[in-house]
């Protein structure tokens, strides 16, 4: 008998397994299909979202504090070359008198020593005579805050107010330009004007931030206390610790004469005035060394006044 070769191929259970797989193959692709649009269509819904959500996430992001503007000033001038010399010759009557090498020493001044010129800058003449010595001298400071809430000007009249208030000079009933934050109403303090509407005068401008604050007792009229020290202006003259008008933002002048009685030798007149986020500071003084007299306070409160508005014109330029 002759025996026929075997060739392999599927039996029936074999085809129907691989019937079975292609079957299952076909359900397991469309499943996936299924899934696949229906997570496409999910996230095309979340995607568009509703009216309300899109204005919730606005809200939220406009919760986020403004930034307070900078000040007008990036930069500082040169201080020593910031006054002619024909007003220094005026200013330091000596130094007409001393050898030329000498005299363009006085006129060209003794800058200050600072770590950042870009923040703070100042300078210095003097000159002597056989009768008083006198002295000019310029600090110049520029105010930033680091407080992204509070403007570099509004930080600039905090530090104007400290020196005001050191210097003994009263605060003006109002609050001046460049202050923030509004005056706490009620019952001014004994001896305090009181500004129109009832907010107390020296809290206005010390309500501009906590690290402004105002003594429990009004500031005294004569100048800064420290020493034995008296204004040698009467009052009637019109040549007190005053505020100023018409200088920068706001600004004062404080007179102080040296000593007690008749026997005051020494004067001092500063003139103080603040710019957007400038704070300038004119002090001028003399000192008697022979037998003259107490320094006349007029001409030195001339003179201050005078170089602090060349200073503030600068500052405009």
């Known amino acids: ?49 509703t009216p309300s959500e899109d204005v919730t996430v606005d809200a939220k992001a406009g919760l986020a504090s403004p930034v307070a ?118 019952p001014s303090q004994p001896g305090t004007p009181a500004a129109p509407g009832g907010a107390a005068a020296v809290d206005a401008p010390a309500a501009t931030a906590p690290a402004t604050t105002a003594p429990a007792a009004p500031p005294p009229t004569g100048p800064a206390s420290g020493g034995p020290t008296t204004s040698g202006a009467p009052s009637s003259t019109g040549l007190e610790p005053r505020v100023l008008e018409g200088l920068g933002d706001v600004a004062y002048l404080d007179d102080v004469l040296g000593g007690s009685g008749a026997s005051s030798r020494r004067r001092s007149v500063s003139v103080v005035f603040r710019t957007s986020n400038v704070i300038v500071t004119v002090s001028y003084r003399e000192e008697a060394t022979g037998l003259a007299g107490a320094p006349d306070s007029r001409e030195l409160q001339e003179g201050a006044r005078k170089v602090a508005r060349l200073l503030a014109d600068r500052l405009e330029e």
């Open 1 to 49: 008998m002759q025996r026929k070769r075997y060739a392999p191929g599927r039996t029936g259970a074999t085809a129907r397994t691989g019937s079975t797989a292609r079957t299952g193959s076909t359900a397991r692709t469309a499943l996936g299909l299924a899934l696949g649009l229906g997570l496409g269509a999910g996230l095309v819904g979340c995607s568009s979202g």
């Open 69 to 186: 503007p900078p000040g007008r000033y990036r930069t500082l001038f040169e201080p020593c070359g910031a006054v002619p010399q024909a007003v220094l010759k005026e200013m330091l009557p000596g130094a007409a008198a001393l050898p030329d090498p000498e005299r363009d020493r006085a006129y060209r001044g003794t800058a200050a020593v600072t770590y950042d010129t870009d923040r703070r800058v100042g300078c210095s003449w003097r000159a002597d005579t056989p009768e008083a010595s006198r002295r000019l001298s310029l600090d110049i400071e520029r105010v930033v805050s680091y407080d992204t809430a509070v403007s570099d000007d509004a930080r600039a009249q905090e530090v104007y107010v400290r020196k005001q208030l050191a210097a003994g000079v009263p605060l003006p009933p109002t609050a001046p330009p460049g202050t923030t934050g509004t005056p706490t109403a009620g």
